[in-house]
């Protein structure tokens, strides 16, 4: 079972990276590797 925190947590970086690669994909995609 997941945990809410965890679930929150992933979909807190979810829109993180969803928001870098908008308005940057070059940087995202460099730090990505």
Request: hydrophobic residues 50%; glycine residues 6%.
């Amino acid at each position: 079972m997941i945990r809410s925190e965890s679930a929150i947590t992933l979909l807190l970086l979810a829109e993180l990276f969803a928001i870098t690669n908008r308005y940057g994909s070059g940087w995202a995609a460099t730090v990505s590797t």
